[in-house]
């Protein structure tokens, strides 16, 4: 079926509404808050797809970086890609585009596995931008800070797609 432009604009937005929403939801740490927002960005690219969920994500970043409060602890400004954490913010499009590709794959572990390589590849750049900025000179000790969150992350992300599939069957089922 045909995807209605109207509706799935309007779904961005609201995504892009709800990664700030979800981004509040923290638990405080002394580098970085672990937040719930990436969780809001698997289900967008899972849902959306590639063109949608890229546009909600970056306009999620645009808004943010122009200093609008969506980050986490209601914060905006450009400091924020470029602090400790600025890396995982850079990975968000990188994390919604793998979630949306996954729909090349029929087999829902695989469609899983996909959105796994992203908060992999957007760990991978959040880890190095973290120990460049902080001097960080041990690899390890960089891996242990994160891999509480990690996990969570690799969780969340399998739960987005669950989520997905339910949003595109009962909301979107008369707008695809």
Do not use: E, W
């Not at 509040?24 to 849902?47: N, R, S």
């Not at 499009?93 to 469609?111: D, E, H, R, T």
């Not at 987005?160 to 089922?173: D, E, G, M, T, V």
């Amino acid at each position: 079926m045909k995807k209605s432009k109207p509706l799935y604009m309007i779904l961005a937005a609201l995504f892009t509404a709800l990664m700030a929403v979800f981004a509040q939801i923290q638990i405080p740490t002394p580098f970085f808050p672990i937040t719930l927002q990436t969780f809001a960005i698997a289900v967008c690219g899972y849902t959306l797809g590639i063109k949608y969920s890229l546009f909600s994500v970056i306009a999620y970043m645009l808004l943010g970086v122009a200093g609008a409060p969506v980050f986490s602890g209601f914060c905006g400004g450009f400091h924020h890609i470029s602090g400790p954490a600025g890396g995982f913010v850079l990975g968000f499009p990188l994390l919604v585009l793998f979630c949306a590709l996954s729909y090349k794959f029929k087999g829902n572990i695989q469609k899983i596995l996909m959105g796994i390589l992203g908060v992999a590849i957007m760990f991978t750049l959040g880890i190095i931008h973290f120990m460049f900025i902080t001097d960080t000179k041990s690899l390890l000790v960089a891996l242990l800070m994160f891999i509480g969150v990690f996990i969570k992350d690799v969780f969340l992300t399998a739960f987005a797609f669950y989520i997905s599939k339910i949003i595109l069957k009962r909301i979107l089922k008369n707008g695809t």
